[in-house]
Each structure stands twice: as structure tokens, then as C-alpha cells.
Nanobody, 120 residues
């Protein structure tokens, strides 16, 4: 059974940083690309970033490029999202997912999400 548990969300000031983590279990982590997406209240789900199975290739939405960095530690079955230069418009519920290297796809498994709020 695929399990994804996000952590690291919270309140940050504009210009600040947060690091999200996603602990994965129940599947062969090293065989899967992983990704992050976010949902802003009243909006649809927005793909944020993806990383391939060995961590060599990464992809980002234009809205976060240059500010967010995705990484993974295959020894720990964990994927990360380092978020710098945060903006109020980054406020959202952030989800970790299997697959989704370059965008949302139908067969992804999702975690429960972690809330990120950027406010002064």
C-alpha cells in the first residue's frame, strides 16, 4: 500500500524559506519519479515540480523556477522541496505524489498534504 507523508509546512514571511519533506513507503521508491503539487483554495491542483527516479533530472513550473528546488534521498525513501524567496501567492496545500515528472497524470498516488502559508 503506497503511503506518502508530507511534513515541514507552516507559516513563513515573504522572502523566507521552508523545506518540505515527503516520506514514502509501501512501494519501490527507487523505481518512481516523484513530484510536488499544490492547491490554492478555490483553484485547481497545480503541478509544482518533478524529479526522476535517480534524481538526475528535475523539472519546475514557471511560477517557482529559480526559487524552489526538488531533491530526493533514495536511501531514506524521501523527497524534498526546498522553497526559498517565498511569496504570498505560494500559500497553498502542498502534496507529494508518485510520478508526475513533468506534470499531473492520472495514475498518481498522493499524500495528505502539508499547509504552507506565506504572510507578513
Amino acid at each position: 500500500q503506497v503511503q506518502l507523508e508530507e511534513s515541514g509546512g507552516g507559516l513563513a514571511h515573504p522572502g523566507g524559506s521552508l523545506r518540505l519533506s515527503c516520506a514514502a513507503s509501501g512501494f519501490t521508491f527507487t523505481s518512481y519519479a516523484m513530484s510536488w503539487a499544490r492547491q490554492i483554495p478555490g483553484n485547481g491542483l497545480e503541478w509544482v515540480s518533478g524529479i526522476d527516479s535517480d534524481g538526475r533530472d528535475t523539472y519546475y513550473a514557471d511560477s517557482v523556477k529559480g526559487r524552489f528546488t526538488i531533491s530526493r534521498d533514495n536511501a531514506k525513501n524521501t523527497v524534498y522541496l526546498q522553497m526559498n524567496s517565498l511569496k504570498p501567492e505560494d500559500t497553498a496545500l502542498y502534496y507529494c505524489a508518485t510520478g508526475g515528472l513533468r506534470g499531473l497524470s492520472r495514475d498518481q498516488n498522493w499524500g495528505q498534504g502539508t499547509q504552507v502559508t506565506v504572510s507578513s
